[in-house]
């Protein structure tokens, strides 16, 4: 039986900007920042030079959809994982493994080199700050809704302190240092977060 | 009365080398690694193409050498500092901030500059490794010198969790990230540590 596929033509551009993205990140994983061309990206999707630039007008512009393309994944994923932690204490070890596992695969790589990229890029730098924003905002306040009883004030400040930590640890891993190691400090880490949960709710 | 300065053979290759691995940081914070070129550091450098080559045959031999420089230097810093720490549960609070001034600043920056571009280029990978390596062991013999009465498993727990905090700030510094909300998370890790300090040493 053949199977026919009708398209429109929104779909169709929807999955031509679906391919360039998906090939952005895929360039920033394996190439880094400073190799990634617009060319390579649109060879890679089979995207024509003209159907990308009716989707984006800049390498800035394309880099930023990119990231919050992978975000976009990333954090419907989160949150359906975050609906399943289990209750009490428990669920502080669960959501620092949630934060390692968002920060030490594809979307970390990525956004490490974008980060690292602006820093000497004012218009990525300026192009990406605004995603970046919400990118934090959006953990924060899923962590805030899944943390239970401690106070809104506590909360933010474990997740920041765990959110800049892996963000070292995925530098760490990104520099090929000692996974055992890093497996080690998380469980350490988890075990002082674990400590101030129960001095607060007793 | 006129000063005369005599500078044998050694001294002026040795202050050719200097100047080139002085170029080669100020290149690695000011353009980041990518649109650093060995024609842009002898030309900083003050220092002819062939002079240059005498000294390094290759971009990650320089890169190296820069690095290995800025962290001798870093190191003879931090030891004459370490040693003034106060007594007692105050010298953790000066000991992060040490840590903090060391990976915030130029070293940081270019390091990370190193690390990031190491990830997808395998011959500075290689190149880099062992003063990494060496940078690692330096710092925790340091903190384990100053570190007083706390058992030696304890200490380099809470220095390495403390370094991938400090190198995930310093990331967030490098983003644009609020300052004031790093100094707090810094407060905060500090408190944490005196914490475990004080249970262990009563």
Chains 1, 2 share one sequence.
């Not at 512009?61 to 994944?73: D, I, S, V, Y």
Request: one cysteine or more; hydrophobic letters at 40%; a negative charge.
């Amino acid at each position: 039986m053949a199977t026919r596929t009708h398209r429109t033509q929104q779909e169709r551009s929807e999955q031509t900007r679906e391919a360039l993205l998906d090939a952005t990140i895929e360039c920033l994983v394996s190439l880094g920042y400073a190799r990634t061309t617009v060319q390579e990206i649109c060879a890679r999707a089979g995207v024509s030079r003209g159907a990308q630039q009716h989707h984006f007008t800049t390498k800035a512009e394309l880099m930023t959809a990119a990231l919050q393309h992978l975000f976009g994944r990333l954090i419907t994923q989160v949150t359906a994982s975050a609906k399943e932690l289990p209750p009490g204490p428990e669920r502080i070890s669960h959501g620092i493994d949630l934060l390692w596992e968002a920060y030490s695969g594809t979307l970390s790589t990525a956004a490490v080199e974008l980060w690292v990229a602006a820093r000497t890029d004012a218009e990525l730098r300026e192009s990406l700050r605004p995603v970046d924003r919400a990118l934090g905002h959006a953990t924060l306040s899923l962590y805030r809704e899944a943390a239970g009883d401690l106070p809104e004030a506590e909360v933010e400040t474990l997740l920041l302190l765990s959110v800049n930590l892996v963000r070292g640890l995925a530098l760490d891993a990104m520099m090929g240092g000692d996974e055992a190691r890093r497996v080690r400090l998380l469980e350490e880490w988890k075990a002082t977060v674990l400590e101030r949960y129960l001095a607060f709710t007793g």
